[in-house]
């Protein structure tokens, strides 16, 4: 479930790049929360909820992390908060936090089906996220917060929950403005800054998976499942991570407890390396060839 999450999330956050922009940054945060801000999310946020979804019990373990995926120089969770607001243009917040499943049609995306989204609440033994966002609207910078849960669906109801601010037709609509910034500092999101764009993304009560040798099965350290994590990055992400004369496409940053932890080159890979030179090899080889054409080119004219 970690590995298919940091797979997913990060190919919807490059998705997600400002057209003007050569670099994303992508950040990793493994945390616990101190008791204050596990109970201001145990009985104030999440005071009321479906009785399958057990707030009350895992928001009081104190031996609980959560991961928080941090994206910026990104969209944004931007466009109209509800779905029946859309006619055309951006729906980038309705896509993700309402309609579970949805095909996305944008242009060399890797993500469909909502399978990226999914893997986030697989991740989460609450089945729940908490998302931030700083996008732009008419021009300005909003900022938005709202908790979305994927609990048991019956013959009524679909199972899927949000938590936010109750609006008059009782649909729950995301904190907004200074609301919302109030809130992720409560919560304890990374700081962004006002004139950024990006999201923020808290799984809460995170799944660490299992560490297996021959003589036991294990759940993982915190630094071991930071690690794993890292690794999936590396696997998964090594071009984004590779420079070729310029910036990364993905400038990655991982922190423990909030203390970030340095990542080494991915030149530096035992198992990778050689598919690094090979890459390096046909970028200098298209690059050639390119320059060789455009002079034949210029040569005939």
Known sequence: PLELMIREVVQNSWDAKLPDKEQIDFSIYLNKFDQTKAEYLKNVFFREGPSDIDFKNKLADKGLYHIILLDQNTFGLSGPSRANEIESGERNFVDFIRNIGSQRDIDFGGGTYGYGKSSL?????????????????????????????????????????????????????????????????????????????????????????????????????????????????????????????????????????????????????????????????????VKDKKFRKSEKNWMVK
Not at 266 to 282: G, Q, V, W
Request: proline share 5%; with cysteine; hydrophobic share 35%.
């Open 121 to 285: 609440y697989g991740v989460s033994k609450l089945s729940t996220i908490i998302a931030y966002t700083n996008t732009r609207k008419d021009g300005k910078i909003i900022h938005r917060l709202i908790a979305c849960a994927l609990g048991k669906p019956d013959n009524k109801f679909t199972g899927r929950h949000w938590w936010g601010k109750k609006a008059n037709d009782d649909i729950v609509d995301p904190l907004e403005g200074d609301e919302a910034k109030i809130v992720s500092q409560q919560i304890g999101m990374p700081h962004m800054e006002d004139d950024q764009t990006g999201t923020i993304i808290m799984v809460l009560c995170s799944i660490p998976g299992n560490m297996e040798n021959e003589e036991e099965i294990r759940e993982r350290e915190p630094l071991e499942t930071l690690s794993f994590l890292s690794s999936s990055l590396y696997w998964y992400l090594w071009p984004k991570m590779m420079s070729y004369g310029e910036k990364p496409a993905i400038n990655f940053n991982v922190y423990l407890e909030n203390k970030h932890l340095e990542l080494f080159a991915p030149e530096d890979h035992p198992k990778l390396a050689h598919f690094i030179t090979a890459m390096r090899n046909y970028k200098e080889a």
